[in-house]
């Protein structure tokens, strides 16, 4: 299945804690192919665990080789990183302060990418508009295939398959 993407991401279901049963909200994990319109598997936290776990037991289960696998912020774990490289397929995970040297580093690259004085990088730019929810949002995804850069910080011999 090449080209597949997956997309996983947690949930707390809305209405499922009974705090006077001493019930919490379930959470749980999704794999979603979004393309096909088809959840490849869920795993519940487990009730003293994060989604960081739930999300390392469940990738065995998606065999993502040849696929795409995306992950928010929480999800941006070198050691995830690694299970989906290991299992044949690559990743695109969200990048926020839980990584702060990291975050740092991309915001100054990014922040001073194609300025004068500065080596051309080859990138491939998309850009979305939407409104909705009483605003309108414009979100703007940046690629840059050159991430030598990263080796200068340290930071490359941490994400598998960079």
Known sequence: MGGLVIAIDGKSLRGAARPACGLRALHQV?????????????LACQEKSNEITAI????????PEGAVVTIDAIGCQSAIAEQIVDGGGDYVLAVK??????AHA??????????????????CVHETLDK????????????????????T???KERWKKH
């Open 106 to 123: 991309l915001r100054d690259f990014f922040g001073t990418l194609d300025a004068p004085g500065d080596p051309v990088r080859q990138t």
């Open 97 to 102: 302060d839980n990584q702060p040297h990291l």
């Open 132 to 151: 909705g929810h009483g605003r309108i949002e414009t979100r703007r995804c940046t690629a840059v295939g050159d991430l030598d850069w990263l080796a």
């Open 56 to 63: 390392g037991e469940l990738l065995p289960t998606l065999a």
């Open 30 to 42: 999704s794999a979603y192919a979004a393309e096909y319109g088809l959840t490849l598997g869920q």
């Open 153 to 155: 910080l340290g930071l």
